[in-house]
């Protein structure tokens, strides 16, 4: 027999061999692996044993909306800890602490924010909250209310005023009314937001986003066009400002204040010869709290509406109480807003139903009885449920009942039992605010409107409708 005869087999059984240890390697790799996931699972096992968990799953964990009724859930899926917190002193340690977000979670934000206080980390999250802390004292928001009082008023005459006797999306027009209030307290910016196109565009475009952010699909592309779009209206602000302070005397007249509002604060930090205030961070922060400030306290006050319409009894106890203080709601002060507390009472309840508002990078360790010393690792995930947390049966006994006594003066709880603004040090710098704006906003709309839900349309992400019918 010829040698070329022989070559075809002997080069088949050549490649035969190699593929046999190609899948014997391939099987040890595996095995290897699967051993690799197995101990891992053990040792979370291990690890998270003191926290109470549902069985755990392999493939999708556990669940039921029944968790959330409980203090600390584990949910472990595979090798990944998942561990939901709602419980008041679980809460206070894990906002105790100023380490970083998850970037896997927090990094669509980026393109759209910035790396704000929302996002910062150690130093520069105190550095920056140290910096902004100074345009939300007292005496600046006192004349705020003004501003606020005027944009409620411009959005009852422009658009609810022709939507009395009906039922209306409130949340858009709110929208519109939080963005004007922001714009003209706390960046100086006094044209009418409320008929501006170019606003009614922003408004849409932080719509889009909160929609295409957690959907992560194709739309990517349009989430990157609504960035773009939001970006122009805060850079379009911040060059009118800077032109205003460009004018000869502007810039010592505004210095000579006592106090300077948020924009101005972050325009006189990038001035300073040596600041590392970067035109990045100004940007980010205004991103920031354009977002923070208009659209939850919108979310906010929509709900709040929403479940004063839902609770009728309430809503009129709430009516008498603003009717004897407010004669003409042209006349609304800051003592104004210490001078109804049931209707405060009520704006706290609904915001524990309805609250507007990460994975670790090192481990956390809890303190707490029979938790003593059970550490969390690094690169598990660690929600933090508020609505959890506001329907914690433990702390909020009939917690579906509309019970603004909670709130009662006197009461007490846990002080991380109630955190519709976070808290520690992620908790919002703009929330005193955020909750002068929402007593203005329900104050004067129950001023001269009467409130019901639409039975035929509830809450969703299309809107909250509302019946309107004007107080004579």
């Not at 906002?95 to 970037?103: A, E, N, V």
């Not at 714009?183 to 475009?205: E, H, L, V």
């Not at 039992?417 to 040090?425: E, M």
Request: charged share 20%.
């Amino acid at each position: 027999m010829s040698v070329s005869e022989l070559s075809p087999t002997r080069a088949l059984g050549s490649v035969s061999g190699l593929l046999q240890v190609v899948s014997l390697l391939g099987l040890v790799l595996l095995l290897l692996k699967v051993a690799q996931l197995y101990l891992r699972r053990q040792w979370l096992l291990k690890t998270l044993h003191q926290f109470p968990s549902p069985p755990p799953n392999w493939l999708c964990g556990y669940n039921e909306l029944q968790a959330l009724l409980k203090r600390v859930e584990t949910y472990l899926s595979g090798t990944m800890a998942i561990v939901l917190i709602y419980d008041s002193d679980y809460m206070n340690v894990v906002l105790g602490r100023s380490g970083p977000k998850s970037l896997n979670i927090y990094r669509f934000l980026i393109p759209w924010i910035g790396t704000g206080l929302l996002l910062l980390e150690g130093q520069m999250l105190f550095q920056h909250w140290w910096m902004l802390t100074p345009a939300f004292h007292y005496d600046i928001l006192k004349p705020y209310m003004g501003h606020m009082a005027h944009s409620v008023q411009r959005i009852q005459s422009a658009s609810l005023q022709d939507n009395q006797d009906s039922h209306v999306e409130i949340f858009r027009h709110v929208s519109l009314m939080t963005l004007d209030t922001i714009m003209k307290c706390t960046f100086s910016f006094q044209c009418s937001i409320q008929t501006d196109r170019n606003s009614k565009s922003y408004i849409q475009a932080v719509r889009d986003l909160n929609n295409l952010i957690y959907r992560l699909t194709p739309e990517g592309h349009w989430n990157y066009w609504a960035c773009q779009l939001t970006h122009q209206h805060t850079d379009a602000m911040i060059k009118e400002r800077k032109a205003h302070l460009q004018k000869e005397g502007e810039l010592e007249k505004v210095r000579s204040r006592r106090h300077l509002d948020f924009l101005d604060i972050l325009l006189f930090t990038r001035m300073q010869k040596g600041s590392s205030f970067s035109d990045v961070d100004l940007h980010a922060e205004v991103d920031t709290f354009m977002f923070k400030g208009h659209d939850t306290t919108a979310s906010g006050i929509s709900w709040i509406l929403y479940t004063l319409a839902s609770h009728p009894v309430h809503q009129q106890r709430c009516q008498e109480e603003i009717q004897s203080l407010l004669v003409d709601d042209a006349f609304l002060f800051k003592d104004h807003l210490d001078q109804i507390p049931y209707t405060t009472m009520c704006i706290k309840e609904a915001l524990r139903l309805y609250p507007p508002v990460p994975k670790l990078s090192k481990p956390i360790t809890f303190h707490e009885g029979r938790f003593s010393l059970s550490s969390l690792p690094r690169r598990n995930h660690l929600p933090l449920s508020f609505y959890g947390l506001h329907h914690n049966p433990k702390v909020w006994p009939n917690l579906e009942v509309f019970d603004p006594s909670w709130f009662a003066p006197g009461s007490t709880r846990h002080s991380h039992a109630f955190l519709p603004f976070s808290g520690g040090f992620r908790n919002f710098i703009g929330k005193q605010f955020s909750m002068n704006e929402l007593k203005v906003a329900v104050a004067l709309t129950l001023l001269r409107f009467e409130l019901a839900p639409d039975p035929s349309r509830v809450p969703s992400k299309n809107g909250i409708y509302l019946w309107l019918r004007k107080i004579l």
